[in-house]
């Protein structure tokens, strides 16, 4: 059976690591950002920001992955001014999108970078059809939804303006509308607004004598309503948690996999007890909740702290090993043409790809002891760290002919390099032609 909808499932990455068990888990888009104007500021790597980010927008597209990078906080004035040679190794490497916040960020980036996509971040509030025909009349690409609406509210933004959606599927929500929530400034001096969110709605709360965690609201949990959703119009089905584990993520995001994939199809299911029990195994408020079928309802929040659990070993060990059995290579054919006399010549296929690189040396016939077939196999198969498995090897040609193993080596090496930097040529940019330096 074909699809009957189209969908995307967008995971979160607060580093590399979570960002490669994302994509191994099924994501088809990552989003992330850094420690500069990101609504996570303390997200964690152990890279530098530009490292992290590079090498996550190049992991992605080698595996086929979109990565949209986060610029949404609210800017201050001195910040616009360095924005665009802060941006332009991102929109260099072939970011595919960027998330934002503030209008006059927004601004700066249409006019620097005219084809590079701007989403609407959850952040700007967007939770009526008025609210996101304005923002797609900025020039937004793409609107990410307030988690506060309803299967029906989301219906009739899609059917009023036709827009592209972002919705919120499963993770953390606020007790407050985001991008409108000031408590973490007023009580703890670091604003939500600037990535700075001191989570002040967790804390306990003293009223009529009664101590409790009155606004705290339960996580977010949509597993039995994707098609309902994907009817309603959303279009990315967003998980929430760039500041999670990588063990989080690979769980939450192989679960919703399997279950959008059945979505997709138009075909019925029921969430298996054993996937309810990985979800709360990797994370549990204490209860599931969303706005898609109620509004403002007691039950949506977690008035006492979750009583402590001794982490389950068992489970945990078996989501690991299963994040770990996700990594996969890239296929990669090899034929490796060998003649006397001249140079050797590999050619390496990788889906519509195709590279010849040539030894230095031409080839020489064997004087003592020819270099086997096997030899010459044994070298080219080994792929090691890179991205790729052999997934045909052809040696045709002579076979009386000696050949240094580190000819071969190097062979492999300089092909498999050519391959992986003409997949990454594929979405690479030039913003040294961006149309403004700025603030005009």
Request: include cysteine.
């Amino acid at each position: 059976m074909g699809e009957k909808y189209r969908a995307e499932l967008l995971a979160p990455a607060g580093s590399l690591s979570v960002c490669k068990a994302a994509v191994f888990a099924g994501a088809d888009a990552v989003y992330m950002g850094g420690q500069k104007y990101s609504a996570r500021a303390f997200a964690k790597s152990s890279l530098s920001e530009e490292d992290e980010l590079l090498l996550a927008i190049e992991f992605c597209h080698l595996y086929g992955v979109k990565l949209f990078m986060t610029v949404n906080t609210l800017f201050k004035e001195k910040e616009i001014e360095g924005l665009l040679e802060y941006m332009d190794p991102y929109v260099e490497a072939g970011v595919d999108a960027i998330i934002v916040q503030d209008l006059g960020v927004a601004k700066v980036l249409k006019e620097a970078y005219p084809d590079l996509p701007l989403h609407a971040s959850t952040q700007m509030t967007a939770n009526t059809r008025e609210a996101v025909s304005l923002l797609s009349s900025f020039g937004m690409e793409r609107i990410v939804l307030s988690r506060e609406l309803s299967l029906k509210d989301i219906s009739d933004i899609y059917e009023s303006t036709g827009a592209e959606l972002e919705v919120f599927v499963h993770g953390a929500m606020c007790y407050s509308y985001s991008g409108a929530c000031f408590m973490s400034s007023l009580l703890g001096g670091r604003s939500g607004n600037r990535g700075r969110c001191a989570g002040t709605c967790r804390l306990p709360y003293t009223t009529a004598g009664k101590k409790g965690n009155f606004l705290s609201m339960k996580d977010m949990n949509t597993l039995d309503s994707l098609e309902e959703i994907l009817k309603a119009g959303a279009y990315s089905l967003k998980i929430e948690g760039r500041m999670k584990s990588e063990l989080y993520t690979a769980t939450v995001v192989s679960v919703y996999r399997k279950y959008l994939d059945l979505a997709l199809k138009g075909e019925s299911y029921t969430v298996s007890d054993q996937d309810r029990k990985l979800l709360k195994a990797v994370y549990d408020r204490g209860g599931e909740t969303s706005y898609l079928h109620q509004h403002n309802a007691k039950d949506m929040i977690a008035l006492v702290d979750r009583p402590f659990r001794k982490e389950e070993e068992e489970l945990t060990a078996f989501l690991r090993k299963s994040m770990e059995e996700r990594e996969r290579k890239l296929p990669l054919s090899m034929e490796l043409k060998v003649e006397s006399g001249a140079v050797l010549e590999l050619s390496l296929e990788q889906e519509d790809i195709r590279i010849s690189v040539f030894g230095e040396q031409p080839v020489e016939k064997a004087k003592q002891r020819a270099t086997s077939k096997e030899e010459m196999e044994k070298q080219l198969l080994k792929l090691g760290n890179s991205c790729f498995y052999a997934k045909a090897l052809c040696i045709r040609g002579e076979e009386e002919v000696f050949i240094p193993l580190s000819a071969l080596n190097a062979l492999r090496r300089e092909g498999c390099e050519r391959v992986r930097e003409a997949i990454l040529a594929k979405f690479r940019r030039n913003p040294r032609n961006r149309k403004c330096n700025g603030i005009r």
